[in-house]
């Protein structure tokens, strides 16, 4: 049974930091790409950033490039986004998603509020 799980979300003022984790289960983790999607209320979903199996090729959005920092840890089976300088607009619900050619797995989400 695949599982991804978020953590780490929650309350922060503009300018702070946040550290989201996802742990995966039920599938070769070091085989999938991982991505960062987020959605705001009355938005549509979109990509945050994403990383290679191995790690080594890190993507980002432009809206979140050079404040956000995405990693994994394939001994761990843990993939994290490290959030800096937070912006209003980064408030979202952030979902961990692992994808390998067809094969697409989605966490339940976890809730990011930026707000002073």
């Known amino acids: 049974q695949v599982q991804l799980v978020e953590s780490g979300g929650g309350l922060v003022q503009p300018g702070g930091s946040l550290r989201l984790s996802c742990a995966a289960s039920g599938y070769p983790f070091s085989t999938y790409g991982m991505n960062w999607y987020r959605q705001a209320p009355g938005k549509e979903r979109e990509w945050v950033a994403g990383i290679s199996s191995d790690g080594i090729l890190p993507t980002y959005s432009v809206s979140v490039k050079g404040r956000f920092t995405i990693s994994r840890d394939n001994a761990k089976n843990t993939m994290y986004l490290q959030m800096n300088s937070l912006k209003f607009e980064d408030t979202a619900v952030y979902y961990c998603?692992?994808?390998?050619?067809?094969?697409?797995?989605w966490g339940q989400g976890t809730q990011v509020t930026v707000s002073s």
């Open positions: 998603v692992a994808r390998r050619d067809t094969n697409t797995y």
